[in-house]
């Protein structure tokens, strides 16, 4: 603990957060209840189902950046909705199986 204060300034400005845009790519998915820190760490719509999965609606401004979560999360993600985002991960998918081949 210092003895000095350091008042925030007047002129200092928020920090600024993914704002949605109307060019956005939007998805949907579902996920199982082990990865329901979706919900939390990104900004997206969630419905919670009957079972404890999560229905989650996510809107990038980048379709790559949903296909690295959903690449992430596996088999913990299904019924993927989204032509923009269901393309790039297979993508990413063939571009990372070509770099480091199937698994043995």
């Known amino acids: ?60 401004a980048d379709p790559m950046v949903a296909a690295r979560l959903l690449i992430q999360l596996g088999d913990l993600a299904s019924d993927i909705d989204g032509v923009e985002v269901v393309a790039a991960t297979d993508e990413l998918r063939h571009r990372l199986l070509t770099r480091y081949g199937r698994p043995k």
């Open 1 to 60: 603990v210092l003895a000095e204060s350091y008042p925030p300034r007047d002129d200092a400005e928020p920090m600024a957060g993914y704002q949605p845009s109307e060019s956005d790519v939007h998805v949907r998915f579902t996920v199982a209840a082990g990865a329901a820190w979706v919900a939390e760490y990104y900004p997206v719509d969630a419905e919670a189902l009957v079972d404890g999965r999560l229905r989650i609606t996510m809107s990038v």
